[in-house]
């Protein structure tokens, strides 16, 4: 079972069609509020299964992260995948660490999403803010340069390639030539996945 929420209704219905074409049950929602509340309707949605919710970032009204703040205050452990056409960095590392278990950016291959959706309810997640702790001892950061590691650290927390470069006193161009090396190294190719890795998600 799939709770979709997009306050896009063209994107929403054609992803739940294709979703149900390959076997997963969708009940699909234009708003947070409008999940919460059919949770609080249906009790029985709250109890343990393999449910996830595939939430937008950005939406009118409550936002994926009150949403994902929401169900944790009411004790709803199912776990959250969020999807955004923002490709925000800072927003990525923010929901992961308040306990997301992966962040997808638009436009998506839909098997992306499945295979996410796969993971979500089959493999046990990590808690909330469990990852961040061990990301100092990922051996696959250990094979980073001291400044590919500093150019990652800026990279996470949002800053531009030009700020970067402000920072560190490198021109932009060593920036995006330090970038490219440690993604390649770390073995992700978009920022969802290397903030993933930072985290130690992956």
């Known amino acids: 079972m799939v709770y979709l929420v997009d306050d896009n209704h063209p994107f929403r219905r054609s992803t739940a069609l294709v979703l ?16 919460l509340a059919e949770l ?21 009204g409550m936002s994926g ?14 776990p959250v995948i969020f999807i955004t056409a923002h490709a925000d960095v800072a927003l990525a ?17 839909i098997e992306v999403l499945i295979e996410a959706i796969r993971l979500a309810t089959v493999e046990e997640s990590p808690p909330a ?13 250990a094979a980073l340069t001291r400044r590919e590691r500093q150019v990652l650290e ?3 927390s949002g800053k531009f ?31 969802p996945d290397l903030v993933k890795v930072y985290l130690g998600y992956q």
Request: glycine share 6%.
């Open 93 to 109: 590392v923010e929901a992961m660490r308040r306990g997301a278990v992966n962040f997808i950016e638009k436009p998506f291959a």
């Open 161 to 191: 390639n030009k700020t970067i470069a402000d920072i560190l006193g490198i021109s932009t161009k060593t920036v995006e030539l330090h970038r490219a090396s440690l993604m390649a190294k770390l073995g992700v190719r978009t920022l």
């Open 40 to 60: 609080e309707q249906d009790r029985t949605a709250s109890a343990p299964g393999k449910a996830c919710v595939v939430s937008d970032m950005r939406m009118p």
């Open 129 to 141: 803010g469990a990852a961040a702790t061990d990301k100092q001892s990922n051996p696959r950061l």
């Open 20 to 35: 149900e074409t390959s076997g997963i049950e969708v009940r699909d929602f234009d708003s947070p509020e409008a999940l």
């Open 65 to 78: 992260l009150d949403l994902l703040e929401e169900l944790q205050r009411r004790k709803h452990d199912t």
């Open 154 to 156: 800026l990279v996470v």
